[in-house]
């Protein structure tokens, strides 16, 4: 199973993006999917999660501005960011724990997407 995520890029501050996270593999249900994040020389942070029961959380710095939602039958996450300012500047990594139609429980990472917000 891989997870490929895209849709960072350079935006300007107030601007939007969406980034998306795929699964290489049909997906039966999530247990969790979730977006982080790591800026230079700081640790990966979480920034939202939406949960088995369709439930979302979000990092407080982010709420209000960032929408996670799923589409199960296009095997993807995403994650809507507006009014972007320069400290969401970040390397953005998808992590998922789902059951694939094979019954197959997977956990893991996807690859990181750059997000780069300027003043």
């Known amino acids: 199973v891989q997870l490929q995520a895209s849709g960072g890029g350079l935006v300007q501050s107030g601007g939007s993006l969406r980034l998306s996270c795929r699964a290489s593999?049909?997906?039966?249900?999530?247990?969790?999917m979730s977006w982080y994040r790591q800026a230079p020389g700081k640790t990966r942070e979480l920034v939202a999660t939406?949960?088995?029961?369709?439930?979302?959380t979000y990092a407080d710095s982010v709420k209000g501005r960032f929408t996670v939602s799923s589409d199960n039958a296009k095997n993807t996450v995403y994650l809507q960011s507006q009014s972007l300012k320069p400290e969401d500047t970040a390397v953005y990594y998808c992590?998922?724990?789902?059951?694939?139609?094979?019954?197959?429980?997977?956990?893991?990472w996807g690859q990181g997407t750059q997000v780069t917000v300027s003043s």
């Open positions: 939406i949960h088995s029961d369709g439930s979302r």
């Open positions: 593999v049909s997906i039966r249900s999530i247990n969790a």
């Open positions: 992590h998922a724990d789902l059951l694939t139609t094979f019954g197959d429980r997977y956990i893991g």
